[in-house]
């Protein structure tokens, strides 16, 4: 891994980590989050993976202002550390915790 690029994954893990809390302490329907990236086209790459606690959760966060809260603080943090070009819509999905 490149210098360039571990800087980055460690950015990214901070900051990820600190959303992630933040959602936990907003919702009890949110269990933790994961992140894929291919670095030779990040921020673009960038996949955030949010895992809910049970299939409910899943099914009815649309329904729900839980999808906004969640992409907000997930973006609030990304902008903090400079990456402002990422697009929640198509870059944040949902899973449920096995």
């Known amino acids: 891994m490149k ?3 571990k800087k980055i994954e460690n950015n ?5 980590t600190i959303a ?15 992140h894929d990236v291919d670095y030779d086209s ?3 790459s ?3 993976r949010c895992c809910l606690t049970d299939g ?3 099914s009815s966060i649309e329904d729900t202002e839980l999808d906004d809260v969640i992409k907000q603080v997930i973006k609030k943090q990304l902008n903090a550390i400079g990456i ?5 819509n198509k ?7 096995h």
């Open 3 to 5: 210098k360039t690029h």
């Open 12 to 16: 990214l893990h901070k900051t990820l």
């Open 20 to 34: 992630c809390e933040h959602i936990k302490d907003v919702t009890s329907s949110f269990s933790w989050l994961t």
């Open 42 to 44: 990040f921020p673009q």
């Open 46 to 48: 960038l996949i955030i």
């Open 56 to 58: 409910n959760a899943l």
């Open 84 to 88: 402002d070009n990422f697009n929640v």
């Open 91 to 97: 870059q944040i999905t949902y899973m449920v915790e």
